[in-house]
């Protein structure tokens, strides 16, 4: 509120109106951060004048942080340790921008983020081809788009309309609320081999006038339930943390195989280093290839595995579809030319149209 004097501005105040100004984000970002300033707000105290927190303070709540305890007594993790810091320090930014404080109390506070591999699964080329045999044919697709497409799920899936499907070109467009924030609100698909088949079905199905692939998805979809079912339904009984991103990071590890880096993160919409930081991942077969044939060797099994089919997709995949004009053609293609000389199926009247 500009109406405010700026000497008698209190932190509860100012985060409140922080969090309302936000409007670039979106509401979940909101709640989280409301979330995250709990911790410096029961610290300082809401009624704490901002000209009033020190560098001292600062310090003083890192080793807070550090003591404090979850409800099951647990530490608070250092991860979540780090966004908690990084969040207050940005809102102490905001008010040193609107001249309410001369210094940021948190500015030489270290919080180091740990980079953790407890939560990494590879989601195998078998796991997801028996989940898929398993699926209804809704699930069958989001599965198809979450593995091999490596969409973000939901919301990537929520926002992709069918005249966005480039059937001629072998492509779609994808839109991701999760980075249009910094300007990269949609980024361009290969319609994979191993998607393309789905994707047909799935128009072949859709209602007249159906505008969105999933007319039935949105941002706040609950997936992950019906994951667990069919996870119980194949008889996978471990524990498989954070499937859908785990899917994608599976998928940006096969992929860097083959394509380069700058290609394999714009089809997926993340960067290099994000790449490198959360998604990469050292699979079994790279120990496997590299302990085995020597490396030249090696990376040609390595390759050969990943395009030799399983016994669980074998049948779902003989409808996979001759696609030699995809720029992903060569990619972990289940079957050779002379056996691919099916005719695409013909779409919906104007389902061919960009």
């Not at 966005?164 to 609320?177: A, G, N």
């Not at 339930?225 to 499937?243: A, H, K, M, Y």
């Not at 089809?267 to 050292?282: C, D, F, I, M, Q």
């Not at 293609?333 to 149209?353: C, F, I, M, W």
Request: charged content about 30%.
């Amino acid at each position: 509120d500009s109406k405010r004097a700026p000497s008698a501005a209190t932190l509860g105040d100012f985060i409140e109106q922080h969090l309302q100004e936000k409007t670039d984000v979106k509401p979940r970002t909101i709640v989280r951060y409301r979330n995250q300033l709990r911790f410096i707000r029961d610290f300082v105290g809401d009624e704490t004048m901002l000209r009033n927190i020190t560098k001292g303070d600062g310090d003083r709540f890192l080793k807070y942080l550090k003591r404090k305890k979850k409800k099951n007594g647990e530490p608070l993790g250092t991860n979540y340790i780090h966004k908690i810091v990084k969040t207050s320090r940005q809102v102490f930014g905001a008010a040193i921008n609107d001249r309410l404080m001369d210094t940021n109390p948190l500015e030489s506070v270290k919080a180091p983020e740990q980079i953790s591999d407890e939560r990494d699964f590879e989601i195998t080329i078998d796991m997801i081809e028996k989940l898929i045999a398993r699926a209804s044919p809704k699930y069958q697709l989001v599965l198809v788009l979450a593995r091999y497409g490596g969409l973000r799920c939901p919301s990537e899936l929520a926002g992709l309309p069918w005249d966005e499907i480039h059937w001629d070109r072998q492509r779609m467009t994808v839109h991701s609320p999760k980075t249009e924030h910094c300007g990269r609100s949609s980024r361009t698909v290969p319609i994979f081999p191993e998607v393309l088949p789905y994707l047909l079905e799935a128009r072949e199905r859709a209602a007249d006038g159906q505008l969105m692939v999933f007319s039935d998805i949105d941002e706040e979809s609950n997936l992950r339930t019906e994951v667990d079912r069919l996870l119980g339904r194949v008889g996978i009984t471990e524990d498989v943390p954070r499937f859908f991103q785990n899917t994608r990071s599976s998928r940006q590890t096969e992929l860097e195989e083959h394509f380069p880096t700058h290609v394999v993160c714009a089809w997926l919409g993340n960067s290099p280093e994000t790449a490198r930081k959360h998604y990469l991942k050292v699979r079994e077969s790279h120990f496997e290839a590299a302990s085995s044939a020597g490396l030249h060797k090696g990376l040609q099994q390595m390759h050969a595995t990943c395009s030799e089919p399983s016994q669980a997709d074998e049948a779902a995949h003989e409808k996979t579809l001759e696609n030699d004009d995809s720029p992903a053609f060569p990619l972990c293609s289940k079957y050779t030319r002379e056996d691919s000389n099916l005719q695409h199926p013909v779409p919906k009247t104007g389902a061919l149209s960009s």
